[in-house]
T-cell receptor, first 111, second 114 residues
């Protein structure tokens, strides 16, 4: 069966460090991979989208990589801040259909 | 630009009762999703609409859940009868048709079944 796994439930890092979150998938050939941020009591908010033929995408302090051979995406937040504390979700889709989410990783950035 | 609107914000019902949730997507968005998010888990896709038509309902428990999207705009999700394990946040999201782009989510409806 298809599985989307995010490496850990929780990640604690010190302010200023780089946070690296992992999204692995099996029995899946997604065309697109997205990362969302979710704060408590709120709906997910889109951050980045990367296509299967792209290796890397950047947006300000965010960077995402997509390795279809390893079936893995890495999501990096550089120079992390306490305001980056949230749950981060990866989502895979086949074209415009079937967007499926992982369980999420709760990131805490300590001052 | 107005976001995705959902109501009610919270709902408490007894098991075996029925409940309905409403969603108004962003204007012009032809794709509409309903997700179920159980505490501590990621959102689970229940159903995806493209305009009026259903394009994915493979994970919708059709014996108790139903959804409709009349006129390709607003949508309702219904649960009848509810079970304890249906306690979750129900999220509605929308996106442009035919493009792989970001989905915009509403704040969700928190359902508690007692």
């Amino acid at each position: 069966s298809q599985k989307i796994e995010q490496n850990s439930e929780a990640l604690n890092i010190q302010e200023g460090k780089t946070a690296t979150l992992t999204c692995n998938y099996t029995n899946y050939s997604p065309a697109y991979l997205q990362w969302y941020r979710q704060d408590p009591g709120r709906g997910p908010v889109f951050l980045l989208l990367i296509r299967e033929n792209e290796k890397e995408k950047r947006k300000e302090r965010l960077k995402v990589t997509f390795d279809t051979t390893l079936k893995q995406s890495l999501f990096h937040i550089t120079a992390s801040q306490p305001a980056d504390s949230a749950t981060y979700l990866c989502a895979l889709s086949l074209g415009a259909l079937h967007m499926r989410f992982g369980a999420g990783t709760r990131l805490t950035v300590k001052p | 630009e107005a976001g995705v609107a959902q109501s009610p914000r919270y709902k408490i019902i007894e098991k075996r009762q029925s409940v309905a949730f409403w969603c108004n997507p962003i204007s012009g968005h032809a794709t509409l999703y309903w997700y179920q998010q159980i505490l501590g888990q990621g959102p689970k896709l229940l159903i995806q609409f493209q305009n009026n038509g259903v394009v994915d309902d493979s994970q919708l428990p059709k014996d108790r859940f139903s959804a409709e999207r009349l006129k390709g705009v607003d949508s309702t999700l219904k649960i009848q009868p509810a079970k304890l394990e249906d306690s979750a946040v129900y999220l509605c999201a929308s996106s442009f048709q035919g493009r792989v782009t970001e989905a915009f989510f509403g704040q969700g409806t928190r359902l508690t079944v007692v």
